[in-house]
Protein backbone atom coordinates (compact mmCIF):
# COMPACT_ATOMS: atom_id res chain seq x y z
CA UNK A 1 0.00 0.00 0.00
CA UNK A 2 1.19 3.10 -0.69
CA UNK A 3 2.28 4.93 2.56
CA UNK A 4 0.09 7.88 3.58
CA UNK A 5 2.24 11.30 4.04
CA UNK A 6 2.48 13.28 7.27
CA UNK A 7 -0.19 16.19 7.90
CA UNK A 8 1.00 18.95 5.18
CA UNK A 9 -0.84 21.93 6.74
CA UNK A 10 -2.47 22.85 4.33
CA UNK A 11 -5.51 21.18 1.72
CA UNK A 12 -4.72 19.98 -1.58
CA UNK A 13 -7.66 20.09 -4.47
CA UNK A 14 -7.95 16.38 -3.50
CA UNK A 15 -8.74 16.62 -0.11
CA UNK A 16 -11.42 19.08 -0.70
CA UNK A 17 -13.03 17.31 -3.64
CA UNK A 18 -12.89 14.01 -1.62
CA UNK A 19 -13.91 15.82 1.63
CA UNK A 20 -16.51 17.27 -0.25
CA UNK A 21 -18.03 13.74 -1.47
CA UNK A 22 -18.33 12.68 1.49
CA UNK A 23 -20.32 15.43 2.95
CA UNK A 24 -22.71 14.95 0.00
CA UNK A 25 -22.56 11.30 0.35
CA UNK A 26 -24.72 11.13 3.70
CA UNK A 27 -26.44 14.56 3.98
CA UNK A 28 -27.78 14.74 0.11
CA UNK A 29 -27.13 11.21 -1.38
CA UNK A 30 -28.02 8.67 1.16
CA UNK A 31 -31.34 10.35 2.59
CA UNK A 32 -32.49 11.63 -1.29
CA UNK A 33 -31.95 8.62 -2.77
CA UNK A 34 -30.47 5.53 -1.26
CA UNK A 35 -33.17 5.32 1.54
CA UNK A 36 -35.95 7.41 3.07
CA UNK A 37 -35.56 5.35 6.70
CA UNK A 38 -34.32 7.51 9.71
CA UNK A 39 -33.40 4.39 10.87
CA UNK A 40 -31.09 3.06 8.06
CA UNK A 41 -29.39 6.61 7.55
CA UNK A 42 -28.65 6.69 11.49
CA UNK A 43 -26.99 3.44 10.36
CA UNK A 44 -25.00 4.96 7.81
CA UNK A 45 -23.73 8.30 9.36
CA UNK A 46 -22.94 5.56 12.70
CA UNK A 47 -20.47 3.39 9.99
CA UNK A 48 -18.95 6.83 8.76
CA UNK A 49 -18.29 8.39 11.75
CA UNK A 50 -16.82 4.69 12.84
CA UNK A 51 -14.51 4.82 9.57
CA UNK A 52 -13.64 8.41 10.04
CA UNK A 53 -12.90 7.79 13.93
CA UNK A 54 -10.56 4.81 13.35
CA UNK A 55 -8.33 6.68 10.52
CA UNK A 56 -8.17 9.62 13.37
CA UNK A 57 -6.97 7.53 16.24
CA UNK A 58 -5.49 4.30 14.76
CA UNK A 59 -3.82 5.39 11.50
CA UNK A 60 -3.46 8.90 12.52
CA UNK A 61 -4.90 10.43 9.59
CA UNK A 62 -5.83 14.33 9.37
CA UNK A 63 -8.03 16.23 7.12
CA UNK A 64 -4.94 17.52 4.95
CA UNK A 65 -4.22 13.44 4.69
CA UNK A 66 -7.32 12.28 3.37
CA UNK A 67 -6.75 10.50 0.31
CA UNK A 68 -8.16 7.49 -1.68
CA UNK A 69 -5.88 5.58 -0.25
CA UNK A 70 -7.53 5.96 2.80
CA UNK A 71 -9.85 3.53 1.84
CA UNK A 72 -7.73 0.85 0.56
CA UNK A 73 -8.15 -2.76 0.89
CA UNK A 74 -5.64 -3.03 3.48
CA UNK A 75 -7.06 -0.22 5.53
CA UNK A 76 -10.59 -1.14 5.54
CA UNK A 77 -9.79 -4.75 6.27
CA UNK A 78 -7.67 -3.33 9.33
CA UNK A 79 -10.81 -1.92 10.21
CA UNK A 80 -13.05 -4.27 10.17
CA UNK A 81 -10.99 -6.42 12.61
CA UNK A 82 -10.82 -3.49 14.76
CA UNK A 83 -14.27 -3.42 14.77
CA UNK A 84 -14.34 -7.04 15.96
CA UNK A 85 -11.82 -7.01 18.05
CA UNK A 86 -12.14 -3.62 20.00
CA UNK A 87 -15.58 -2.63 19.98
CA UNK A 88 -16.60 -5.95 20.00
CA UNK A 89 -19.47 -5.80 17.50
CA UNK A 90 -21.18 -8.85 15.76
CA UNK A 91 -20.50 -10.14 12.58
CA UNK A 92 -23.46 -8.54 11.09
CA UNK A 93 -23.03 -5.21 12.71
CA UNK A 94 -19.21 -5.07 11.08
CA UNK A 95 -20.93 -6.46 7.77
CA UNK A 96 -23.08 -3.65 7.76
CA UNK A 97 -20.85 -0.97 8.99
CA UNK A 98 -18.62 -2.27 5.26
CA UNK A 99 -21.85 -2.38 3.01
CA UNK A 100 -22.06 1.12 4.22
CA UNK A 101 -18.49 2.00 3.35
CA UNK A 102 -18.31 0.32 0.32
CA UNK A 103 -21.39 2.43 -0.66
CA UNK A 104 -19.62 5.15 -0.12
CA UNK A 105 -16.69 4.60 -2.04
CA UNK A 106 -19.07 3.30 -4.97
CA UNK A 107 -20.70 7.05 -4.90
CA UNK A 108 -17.12 8.25 -5.23
CA UNK A 109 -16.13 6.22 -7.78
CA UNK A 110 -19.52 7.70 -9.76
CA UNK A 111 -18.74 11.02 -8.95
CA UNK A 112 -14.86 10.75 -10.11
CA UNK A 113 -14.12 7.87 -12.07
CA UNK A 114 -10.53 7.87 -11.71
CA UNK A 115 -11.08 6.91 -8.13
CA UNK A 116 -13.95 3.70 -8.93
CA UNK A 117 -11.01 1.25 -8.77
CA UNK A 118 -11.52 1.90 -4.48
CA UNK A 119 -14.95 0.42 -4.92
CA UNK A 120 -13.89 -2.17 -7.27
CA UNK A 121 -11.02 -3.47 -5.37
CA UNK A 122 -13.31 -3.32 -2.52
CA UNK A 123 -16.07 -5.46 -4.13
CA UNK A 124 -14.00 -7.72 -4.98
CA UNK A 125 -11.40 -8.45 -1.93
CA UNK A 126 -13.48 -7.53 0.67
CA UNK A 127 -16.55 -10.23 1.31
CA UNK A 128 -18.85 -10.27 4.15
CA UNK A 129 -17.26 -11.82 7.45
CA UNK A 130 -19.41 -15.15 8.17
CA UNK A 131 -22.70 -14.50 10.74
CA UNK A 132 -23.89 -16.94 12.79
CA UNK A 133 -27.35 -18.32 12.03
CA UNK A 134 -29.96 -16.24 13.20
CA UNK A 135 -32.64 -18.91 15.29
CA UNK A 136 -35.85 -17.95 15.13
CA UNK A 137 -38.43 -18.68 18.02
CA UNK A 138 -42.01 -18.43 17.49
CA UNK A 139 -45.03 -19.65 19.39
CA UNK A 140 -46.75 -22.66 19.11
CA UNK A 141 -50.27 -22.09 17.71
CA UNK A 142 -52.26 -23.52 21.18
CA UNK A 143 -49.62 -20.38 22.46
CA UNK A 144 -51.46 -18.08 20.59
CA UNK A 145 -54.84 -19.02 21.02
CA UNK A 146 -54.01 -19.51 25.09
CA UNK A 147 -52.67 -15.52 24.77
CA UNK A 148 -55.88 -14.08 22.88
CA UNK A 149 -58.22 -15.98 25.47
CA UNK A 150 -56.83 -13.86 28.52
CA UNK A 151 -58.10 -10.06 27.65
CA UNK A 152 -61.33 -9.26 29.35
CA UNK A 153 -63.52 -7.93 25.98
CA UNK A 154 -65.93 -6.62 28.03
CA UNK A 155 -63.68 -3.58 28.59
CA UNK A 156 -62.23 -0.82 26.30
CA UNK A 157 -58.92 -1.60 26.94
CA UNK A 158 -59.39 -5.47 26.83
CA UNK A 159 -60.69 -4.89 23.27
CA UNK A 160 -58.55 -2.74 22.60
CA UNK A 161 -55.38 -5.30 23.26
CA UNK A 162 -56.87 -8.03 21.68
CA UNK A 163 -57.97 -6.40 18.31
CA UNK A 164 -54.13 -4.71 18.85
CA UNK A 165 -52.56 -8.60 19.24
CA UNK A 166 -54.69 -10.42 16.48
CA UNK A 167 -54.19 -7.61 13.94
CA UNK A 168 -50.27 -8.07 14.99
CA UNK A 169 -50.40 -11.57 14.32
CA UNK A 170 -52.69 -11.78 11.51
CA UNK A 171 -50.89 -9.76 9.17
CA UNK A 172 -47.28 -10.66 10.77
CA UNK A 173 -46.61 -6.68 11.15
CA UNK A 174 -44.23 -4.89 12.67
CA UNK A 175 -45.46 -2.72 15.97
CA UNK A 176 -44.52 0.71 14.32
CA UNK A 177 -46.51 -0.26 11.35
CA UNK A 178 -49.47 -1.37 13.11
CA UNK A 179 -49.35 1.69 15.83
CA UNK A 180 -49.01 3.91 12.77
CA UNK A 181 -52.02 2.65 10.76
CA UNK A 182 -54.86 5.16 10.17
CA UNK A 183 -58.48 3.96 10.01
CA UNK A 184 -58.43 4.91 6.26
CA UNK A 185 -55.80 2.47 5.92
CA UNK A 186 -58.60 -0.29 7.23
CA UNK A 187 -60.44 -1.51 4.40
CA UNK A 188 -63.69 -3.47 5.32
CA UNK A 189 -66.95 -2.36 3.88
CA UNK A 190 -67.76 -2.32 0.48
CA UNK A 191 -64.84 -4.83 -0.68
CA UNK A 192 -65.30 -8.26 -1.70
CA UNK A 193 -61.95 -9.31 0.71
CA UNK A 194 -61.26 -6.94 3.46
CA UNK A 195 -57.53 -5.66 3.67
CA UNK A 196 -55.03 -3.17 5.65
CA UNK A 197 -52.60 -0.69 3.91
CA UNK A 198 -48.99 -1.03 5.81
CA UNK A 199 -46.32 1.51 5.84
CA UNK A 200 -43.30 -0.78 6.12
CA UNK A 201 -39.43 0.55 6.11
CA UNK A 202 -38.33 2.90 3.65
CA UNK A 203 -41.73 3.68 3.33
CA UNK A 204 -42.67 0.97 1.08
CA UNK A 205 -46.40 -0.12 1.03
CA UNK A 206 -48.17 -3.32 0.74
CA UNK A 207 -51.53 -4.56 1.47
CA UNK A 208 -52.43 -7.66 3.72
CA UNK A 209 -56.09 -9.32 3.50
CA UNK A 210 -57.51 -9.93 6.86
CA UNK A 211 -59.21 -13.22 8.10
CA UNK A 212 -62.60 -13.09 8.53
CA UNK A 213 -62.56 -13.21 12.42
CA UNK A 214 -59.96 -10.68 12.67
CA UNK A 215 -62.54 -8.41 10.58
CA UNK A 216 -65.29 -9.00 12.87
CA UNK A 217 -62.99 -8.05 16.07
CA UNK A 218 -61.82 -5.13 13.92
CA UNK A 219 -65.77 -3.78 13.40
CA UNK A 220 -66.09 -4.28 16.88
CA UNK A 221 -63.21 -2.07 17.96
CA UNK A 222 -64.17 0.73 14.95
CA UNK A 223 -67.39 0.84 16.78
CA UNK A 224 -66.29 1.53 19.66
CA UNK A 225 -63.48 3.50 19.65
CA UNK A 226 -64.39 5.89 16.48
CA UNK A 227 -68.23 5.45 16.67
CA UNK A 228 -70.42 5.49 13.50
CA UNK A 229 -68.63 8.38 11.73
CA UNK A 230 -64.92 7.81 12.61
CA UNK A 231 -62.32 10.50 11.29
CA UNK A 232 -60.60 8.35 8.58
CA UNK A 233 -57.43 10.30 9.21
CA UNK A 234 -56.98 9.24 13.26
CA UNK A 235 -55.06 6.96 14.26
CA UNK A 236 -56.59 3.22 14.33
CA UNK A 237 -54.91 2.75 18.04
CA UNK A 238 -54.67 5.59 20.01
CA UNK A 239 -53.95 7.01 23.53
CA UNK A 240 -56.50 9.52 24.67
CA UNK A 241 -54.14 11.93 26.67
CA UNK A 242 -55.36 15.40 27.41
CA UNK A 243 -58.44 15.20 24.51
CA UNK A 244 -56.08 14.20 21.92
CA UNK A 245 -55.59 10.69 20.45
CA UNK A 246 -51.99 9.95 20.31
CA UNK A 247 -50.15 7.48 19.07
CA UNK A 248 -49.54 4.33 21.47
CA UNK A 249 -46.14 4.06 23.18
CA UNK A 250 -44.38 0.86 22.78
CA UNK A 251 -43.31 0.57 26.27
CA UNK A 252 -46.71 0.56 26.74
CA UNK A 253 -47.83 -2.02 24.36
CA UNK A 254 -45.00 -4.06 26.16
CA UNK A 255 -45.85 -3.93 29.53
CA UNK A 256 -49.77 -5.23 28.47
CA UNK A 257 -48.28 -8.12 26.48
CA UNK A 258 -45.93 -9.19 29.85
CA UNK A 259 -49.48 -9.39 32.33
CA UNK A 260 -51.18 -11.36 29.11
CA UNK A 261 -47.99 -13.53 28.88
CA UNK A 262 -47.72 -14.09 32.84
CA UNK A 263 -51.40 -15.18 32.82
CA UNK A 264 -51.40 -17.28 29.66
CA UNK A 265 -48.23 -19.53 30.92
CA UNK A 266 -50.25 -20.79 33.66
CA UNK A 267 -52.83 -22.34 31.14
CA UNK A 268 -50.00 -22.92 28.31
CA UNK A 269 -46.88 -23.79 29.29
CA UNK A 270 -45.36 -22.89 25.45
CA UNK A 271 -46.69 -19.65 26.42
CA UNK A 272 -42.92 -17.66 26.52
CA UNK A 273 -42.78 -14.79 29.55
CA UNK A 274 -40.68 -12.62 27.68
CA UNK A 275 -43.56 -12.25 24.76
CA UNK A 276 -42.41 -9.05 22.72
CA UNK A 277 -44.31 -7.80 20.14
CA UNK A 278 -42.21 -9.06 17.04
CA UNK A 279 -43.04 -12.58 17.88
CA UNK A 280 -46.21 -12.41 16.32
CA UNK A 281 -44.64 -11.68 13.02
CA UNK A 282 -41.91 -14.47 14.11
CA UNK A 283 -44.63 -16.53 14.62
CA UNK A 284 -47.09 -15.83 11.92
CA UNK A 285 -44.20 -16.23 9.19
CA UNK A 286 -43.38 -19.49 11.12
CA UNK A 287 -47.04 -20.59 10.49
CA UNK A 288 -46.98 -19.29 6.69
CA UNK A 289 -44.18 -22.04 6.41
CA UNK A 290 -45.47 -24.83 7.53
CA UNK A 291 -48.59 -24.50 5.71
CA UNK A 292 -45.85 -24.41 2.83
CA UNK A 293 -46.66 -21.06 1.93
CA UNK A 294 -43.85 -20.01 -0.74
CA UNK A 295 -40.71 -18.51 1.17
CA UNK A 296 -41.35 -15.83 -2.01
CA UNK A 297 -45.07 -14.93 -1.01
CA UNK A 298 -43.70 -14.75 2.52
CA UNK A 299 -41.10 -12.38 1.36
CA UNK A 300 -43.77 -10.11 0.04
CA UNK A 301 -46.46 -10.44 2.64
CA UNK A 302 -43.57 -9.37 5.48
CA UNK A 303 -42.33 -6.31 3.35
CA UNK A 304 -38.89 -7.21 3.23
CA UNK A 305 -36.39 -5.77 0.39
CA UNK A 306 -34.10 -9.05 0.05
CA UNK A 307 -34.81 -12.51 -0.11
CA UNK A 308 -32.18 -13.48 2.31
CA UNK A 309 -33.74 -11.53 5.19
CA UNK A 310 -36.50 -14.01 5.02
CA UNK A 311 -34.29 -17.12 4.68
CA UNK A 312 -34.48 -17.43 8.39
CA UNK A 313 -37.86 -19.06 8.03
CA UNK A 314 -36.80 -21.34 5.68
CA UNK A 315 -35.01 -23.38 8.35
CA UNK A 316 -37.48 -27.14 8.53
CA UNK A 317 -40.07 -26.61 11.71
CA UNK A 318 -40.59 -29.23 14.17
CA UNK A 319 -44.30 -29.90 13.02
CA UNK A 320 -42.65 -30.43 9.68
CA UNK A 321 -40.53 -32.45 10.75
CA UNK A 322 -43.27 -34.38 12.09
CA UNK A 323 -45.02 -34.37 9.13
CA UNK A 324 -42.11 -35.26 7.16
CA UNK A 325 -40.90 -38.45 8.99
CA UNK A 326 -44.99 -39.78 8.92
CA UNK A 327 -44.92 -39.25 5.03
CA UNK A 328 -41.51 -40.42 4.36
CA UNK A 329 -42.95 -43.68 2.35
CA UNK A 330 -44.52 -41.73 -0.60
CA UNK A 331 -47.35 -42.94 -2.54
CA UNK A 332 -44.24 -43.28 -5.40
CA UNK A 333 -41.84 -45.10 -3.07
CA UNK A 334 -44.96 -47.55 -2.06
CA UNK A 335 -45.94 -48.80 -5.50
CA UNK A 336 -42.25 -49.61 -6.78
CA UNK A 337 -41.33 -53.05 -7.33
CA UNK A 338 -39.11 -54.39 -4.37
CA UNK A 339 -36.36 -55.73 -6.10
CA UNK A 340 -34.88 -57.68 -3.37
CA UNK A 341 -37.51 -59.89 -3.31
CA UNK A 342 -37.28 -60.72 -6.98
CA UNK A 343 -35.80 -64.35 -8.00
CA UNK A 344 -32.62 -63.09 -9.62
CA UNK A 345 -31.65 -61.10 -7.25
CA UNK A 346 -31.79 -63.36 -3.98
CA UNK A 347 -28.35 -65.02 -5.26
CA UNK A 348 -25.27 -63.49 -2.95
CA UNK A 349 -23.48 -62.70 -5.76
CA UNK A 350 -26.19 -59.99 -6.93
CA UNK A 351 -26.41 -58.91 -2.63
CA UNK A 352 -23.26 -57.81 -2.83
CA UNK A 353 -23.41 -55.63 -5.93
CA UNK A 354 -21.54 -58.21 -8.22
Same mark, same amino acid.
Given at each position: MKKISKPSGTFTAQNRKLAKLIYDWHTTYIPSIKTTSEHTLRSYKLSLSLFLRYLQSEKDITPFDLTPECFSVEILTQWQMWLKGERHVSATTCNSRMAAIKNLTKYIGGQIPEY???? !??? *????????? =????????????????????????? =??????????? *???????????? *?????? !????? !???????????????? *? =????????????????????????????LFYSPCKGCMGKLTQPAIAKRLSLYAAKAHEICPDVPLNLHSHLWRHSMATHWREDNINIVEIKELLGHRNLSTTMIYEDVTEEQKRKAIDTLEDTITKSQDKKWKKPKNMELLTLVGL
Open positions: AYIY !VAA *SEYLKPMRE =IKRVVHAMTRNAVKAIFAIPDTTTK =IGLRDLTLMML *SYGVAARLDEVL *SLAVKD !VVLDN !VKDPYVILCGKGGGFR *S =IYLHDDLVEWLKLYLKVFHGDRPNKNSL
